[in-house]
Nanobody, 126 residues
């Protein structure tokens, strides 16, 4: 029943940085792996990054490794995605999601997540 709520999207020039945040509404992210996904127009949803609960281990898509950093603040019950060296191909709607089962590890499969935010638009301009 938790509703992830994303924020921080916007317009940024190529090479710039942006930080997305995801907050829990009506529930919490405690004990759950959290993930970020993105979807560009006409394309399928794509895994971006995930972070688990038990040890904070992270996983990234190859396309964003070295540029994006996922983190979580358990005192605030939030998860963030720091995006650096942004490219035009990073333009997409970014979604925050909570995995369906507590204590399950990081996954890049969108079917493993059951609570999704409405998304926040990230546009990278040249």
């Amino acid at each position: 029943q938790v509703q992830p709520v994303e924020s921080g999207g916007g317009l940024v020039q190529a090479g710039g940085s942006l930080r997305l945040s995801c907050a829990a509404s009506g529930g919490s992210f405690y004990y759950y792996t959290m993930g970020w996904f993105r979807q560009a127009p006409g394309k399928e949803r794509e895994f971006v990054a995930a972070i688990n609960w038990s040890d904070g281990a992270t996983s990234y898509a190859d396309s964003v490794k070295g540029r994006f950093t996922i983190s979580r603040d358990n005192t605030k019950d939030t998860v963030s995605l720091r995006m650096d060296s942004l490219k035009r191909e990073d333009t997409a709607v970014y979604f925050c999601a909570r995995r369906s089962r507590s204590y399950f590890g990081a996954s890049g499969n969108s079917n493993d997540y059951n609570y999704w935010g409405q998304g926040t638009q990230v546009t990278v301009a040249s």
